[in-house]
């Protein structure tokens, strides 16, 4: 069984699949060739489909069974968000490429998307376990994690794993995520969020549709979901262009890069040069992201 989508004219399927590649610890999607493979729970089934392009489509497979018309679209649905298929970024593109900075990495990376995460949990912890710490230990914390206490699904051979869910992680303690070499915070606050979520004192539903701020202010009532948490989630989940992750060091360090500068900017400048992409912020910040591949 198998479904397509017709993606924009802005959007360019291998540079999104380059992205998925970035680490061989992600466990979330298993790529082959040039099709990712991704297992996400519907309500009480778990769906395995494969997602690859051909003549311009993108082509959506289902491999563990056949799904029904509600499936099917809640998976169009998912791939949709994931690789951010709603946004139109022809005006992104027109400010953009007026722009010293920008001008040249839209040109380079023209069709670049935000891959995101539809699943707002997940979203959040993995932003908490990126926190103050190199992206290669990031992915073996997360590894461990899901490894531990995530679900599984076998087909074809192959394992495809899916994030914890909130219930699980909610009744974890210190002596389950330590030994992962988690931090006591890290611990605490990924409990912490899988708790709110578990309560229902958060949810994605309960954000989506929101005004930007009114969004974020209710994510940073969450202990352990400050204002880059927050602003990540917002960028990756909801897809909000103005989502603005300001503290990022990576975006600091792709600035220092592209305006020649002996040190990185402060909080401040970075504002003050922000202020030209306003209402792109969350787009501006992935294309400087993307610049940091090739001076790494």
Not at 33 to 56: M, S, Y
Not at 149 to 161: C, K, P, V
Not at 189 to 206: C, D, H, L, P, V
């Amino acid at each position: 069984m198998m479904l397509t989508l017709t993606p924009p004219k802005e959007f360019d399927y291998s540079l999104c699949f380059q992205f998925l590649k970035r680490s061989p610890k992600e466990l979330l999607h298993t790529l082959h060739d040039k099709a990712v493979c991704k297992a996400i729970r519907i309500d009480t089934e778990v769906i395995l489909f494969r997602v690859e392009e051909k003549n311009g489509l993108l082509i959506i497979d289902f491999l563990n069974g056949k799904a029904t018309l509600s499936q099917q679209e809640r998976v169009k649905q998912f791939v949709t968000e994931w690789f951010d298929l709603d946004t139109d970024l022809k005006p992104f593109y027109r400010m953009a490429q007026k722009d010293e900075i920008l001008g040249p990495l839209i040109k380079k990376y023209f069709g670049y998307r935000i891959v995101g995460q539809p699943d707002l949990f997940e979203s959040l912890v993995w932003a908490v376990l990126g926190q103050q710490i190199n992206l290669d230990f990031a992915y073996t914390l997360k590894q461990r994690f899901v490894e531990k206490f995530g679900d599984a699904i076998q087909w074809n051979g192959n394992t495809y794993y899916l994030f914890p869910s909130a219930e699980t992680v909610a009744k974890l303690t210190d002596a389950d995520l330590l030994p992962l070499q988690f931090s006591r915070q890290k611990s605490n606050y990924s409990t912490g969020i899988s708790k709110a979520f578990a309560e229902g004192i958060i949810s994605k539903n309960q954000l989506t549709g929101l005004p930007f701020e009114e969004a974020k202010e209710k994510l940073i009532t969450i202990k352990g979901i400050g204002n880059w948490t927050a602003n990540y989630a917002l960028m990756k989940t909801f897809r909000y262009p103005n989502a603005f992750p300001l503290e990022d060091a990576g975006l600091h360090n792709a600035l220092k890069n592209q305006l020649g500068l002996a040190k990185k900017p402060g909080l401040d400048r970075v504002k003050t040069i922000f202020k030209k992409y306003s209402g792109w912020e969350a787009y501006a910040t992935l294309y400087l992201w993307k610049s940091l591949e090739s001076t790494s």
